[in-house]
């Protein structure tokens, strides 16, 4: 028997819930970041492994737009990879350069990806995979985490400025923009999602993506909280923290 499609709005609802459930939020090592109870060295992790991530977004982005057959579409999407890349303004990638310029790290390092997690690579990795093989509504609603960005990129900031004396504002300078640019994207998609997926095969598509993103952020928390937080086992390699934690 076909199962019945959710509304566009239900499908909404549900969308919500898995973020409320399965979003980065909730995973303890952003809970220590937040509240103020990591060293530099630890964060300084963070920043080299976020940059991986950072910088497959961009290629994953010109993934989906090989992938987009309506110019309409493709117009829209390709503003991510400028928001990323750069075009007139410096853009995304060299902001979260300034963060690891902040934190002391070395930029050729950073750029060239040393020391960064297996685990990082291989999660970002399957980003990559994901939007390249599933369906193109599943790739686009994969995007979709970016509903649940602007309030842990606020509490994120707030709280890093308040405990952590080595960072300062500018440092932090690529989430300013992203308070604007994720709602904005992240409404557009949602839109088209919901305007997309109007079979019951399709809705679970876009669900299941979600839930996979969740898991590819969820997974890159998790191996900095076991190398760098507990217990301890920093992978051969990987970026160990100096005198600086
Ligand atoms: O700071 C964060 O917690 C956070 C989360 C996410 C996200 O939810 O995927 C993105 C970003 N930042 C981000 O800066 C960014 O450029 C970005 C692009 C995407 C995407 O999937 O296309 N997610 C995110």
Redesign the pocket.
Known sequence: MESVPLSPDALEARLRAIGRDR??HRHPFHVLMRDGELGRGQIMAWALN?YHY?AV?PR??AAILSRIEDPALRRAWRQ?LV??DGAEAPG?LARWLALTDGLGLDRGDVVAGRGVLPATRFAADA?LHFVRERPLVAAIA??L??L??PS??AE?VAGMLAHYPFIRRETLA??DT?LT??PR?ADFALAWVKHEARTAAEQELVLEALSF?CDV?WAMLDALHHAYVAPGHVPPGAFVPGAET
Do not use: M, N
Request: glycine share 4%.
């Open positions: 979003y980065h976020r950072q977004v994953k982005d991510r928001d990323q995304g980003y994969s995007s985490t970016e649940f960005a842990i990129i994120r690529y989430f992203r640019e994720a994207d993103k952020l």
